[in-house]
Structures are given as C-alpha cells and as structure tokens.
C-alpha cells in the first residue's frame, strides 16, 4: 500500500521504466520482423528471376558440381533438373 508521496514518485518511475523496456523491446522486435520479411521477399525474387531466365544458370559447388540449375538449362540441355545435379564440370 502507498502511504507517502515518494512511494508514489517510485510507483510512478517504475511503470515509466516498465512501459520504456517494453516499448523498446516491441520495437525491436517489429524492425527484426520487417527486416527477415524483406530477406525472404528478396530470396524470393531471386528464386523467380533464377528460374525463369531464358539462359543457362548454374550454381556450382567450389569442386564444380552442379548445386542448382534453372529450367531452361535443363531444356536446353536435355536432362531433367534432377539429372544435372550429378554433373561435375571441369
């Protein structure tokens, strides 16, 4: 129970202090969720230009296995996507 002012000034400081860390802490975490979801979107559209090039696109492993290769690449090449990725150029 609050008897005196300054038990009161206390009570008042500390809902400030409370409702500053939680105000930080609801910003932080709105910036880190605007942040992953432009990371994702970007991803995205990397993704979507990758496969839908007209042009042969690889990804390759330092040992020049094929990671990753896009549609085209398999058309025009012959083999399914899945077939390349046991390709080793070089």
């Known amino acids: 129970m ?5 038990q009161l000034r206390l009570v008042v400081q ?8 939680v105000g ?4 932080q975490l709105r910036a880190e969720i605007a942040r ?3 990371i994702r979107e970007s991803e995205k559209r990397y993704q979507e230009l990758f496969e839908l090039a007209p042009r042969c696109l690889f ?5 020049g296995t094929i990671q ?4 085209f690449s398999a058309e025009y090449l012959g ?8 390709v080793r150029l070089g």
């Open 36 to 38: 992953v979801e432009a």
């Open 14 to 21: 500390l809902w400030r202090s409370y409702y500053w860390v």
């Open 68 to 71: 990753s290769a896009n549609q």
């Open 59 to 63: 990804s390759l492993t330092p040992d």
């Open 79 to 86: 083999y399914s996507q899945e077939e390349l990725l046991v």
């Open 2 to 6: 609050i008897t005196t002012c300054w």
């Open 24 to 27: 930080s802490f609801g910003q």
